[in-house]
């Protein structure tokens, strides 16, 4: 079953590069064209949905792309008790009012190296097959614990090794599962929900999350007898009652005036974040290549402040593209863009503390965020 999943998440992972190129100018161009609409236009539904419909189809290929464990996550320290505590509030506001829902934290609790939006993932796709699973209403619940798996429990359970874990257990009493829908449920579209229901990524998507954390997830059901989900992920350092997280509010779509060098050998690409850059202000110059890149740098007399490359490029990658440009001007900042997996990425030298990196396909302000808290930062 192991070698099976393995397989299906390399095919989920090669085909995201050109899903992710060809969705780009869909969601980039409705976003730019609902920008120039003026209240009211009736244009702007028809716009609206053509938008949202590429955002779906993103969001999906991201499914399968954590499926596959190809996902580029960013991990920092976490306290899960601080993740589920604000799940709660959005859990109350969305669960039916028929499910009463327990929710159970330890005092204190080891930490973890997690991606804090991914693991919300993982408790948002959880809860919603626990209440499909609750027609009638039920209990859901979820629990904290600090375990250790002895090497008796990791002999029986090969996908991970002995030591220290956090527990993560959410459960309900709905109608349960059978052996067989068992032996299928982390499988990409496999659902027993009815057509147009559900797209059956859900819980293959949890599946790749927790394994790309170093965990192991297994489930216990029968029918009648609801189901039960563990999640084991693996402890980083001492017990704390404090979650190491913090975030600062972004501008949803800032503008700047500083210039900015883009190389990006898909044309199509290349044409739109030139546009949607130029349409927040900033001085955009751009080439279809490495080497031309490097050519016109050489001949241009004004400063450039930051280079938006694609990670992998014919002939020389972004990475060894920036590596030349440095030394023609240095302090030049670096973005890099791709809609590969991470695995990839990391084999073009990409993938280290420091970097900075945004995930093809991308909206105007999740690329101008990034620009403009790229310009922003101080040098090191």
């Known amino acids: 079953q192991a070698q099976k999943m393995e397989s299906i998440g390399r095919l989920a992972?090669?085909?995201a590069h050109d899903f992710n190129n060809a969705l780009g100018p869909v969601l980039g161009y409705a976003e730019l064209l609902l920008a120039e609409l003026a209240p009211g236009d009736p244009r702007h539904e028809e716009l609206e949905q053509i938008r949202q419909a590429g955002i779906r189809a993103r969001d999906l290929t991201r499914q399968l792309l954590a499926f596959g464990r190809k996902q580029v996550l960013t991990l920092v320290p976490v306290d899960l008790r601080g993740v589920l505590s604000g799940f709660e509030k959005l859990l109350r506001r969305t669960v039916r009012e028929d499910i009463h829902i327990e929710m159970r934290l330890p005092d204190t609790l080891g930490m973890i190296l997690a991606d804090v939006g991914q693991i919300e993932q993982v408790l948002m796709n959880l809860v919603i097959n626990a209440q499909d699973a609750m027609p009638e209403g039920g209990v859901l619940s979820l629990t904290l614990a600090d375990v250790v798996l002895d090497e008796d429990y990791a002999g029986g359970h090969p996908e991970v090794a002995a030591?220290?874990?956090?527990?993560?257990t959410v459960s309900d009493t709905g109608t349960g599962m059978d052996q067989e829908t068992l032996r299928s449920i982390f499988e990409p579209f496999f659902t027993t929900k009815e057509s147009g229901k559900g797209t059956g990524l859900g819980l293959s998507m949890v599946y790749g999350i927790v394994k790309q954390h170093g965990g192991g997830i297994w489930v216990y059901s029968e029918p009648s007898?609801?189901?039960?989900?563990?999640?084991?992920?693996?402890r980083n350092g001492e017990s704390t009652d404090h979650r190491v997280i913090s975030a600062t509010p972004i501008p949803e779509m800032p503008c700047g005036s500083e210039t900015v060098l883009v190389a990006e050998d898909n044309q199509h690409l290349l044409k739109m974040t030139v546009e949607l850059l130029e349409r927040q202000g900033y001085r955009v110059i751009a080439r279809d290549s490495a080497q031309a890149c490097l050519d016109l740098v050489r001949a241009y007399k004004g400063p450039i402040d930051l280079l938006l490359t694609d990670v992998i490029m014919p002939t020389m990658n972004g990475r060894e593209l920036y590596e030349r440009l440095a030394t023609l001007r240095p302090g030049l900042k670096v973005l890099y863009m791709s809609g590969y997996t991470d695995d990839m990425i990391a084999r073009q030298g990409i993938m280290h503390n420091g970097v900075e990196f945004i995930q093809k396909p991308f909206t105007v302000s999740a690329l101008t965020q990034k620009v403009r808290e790229l310009l922003d930062k101080s040098d090191p």
């Open 163 to 168: 030591g220290r874990y956090v527990e993560l």
């Open 13 to 15: 992972g090669g085909v």
């Open 225 to 234: 007898l609801g189901t039960r989900f563990k999640i084991y992920l693996p």
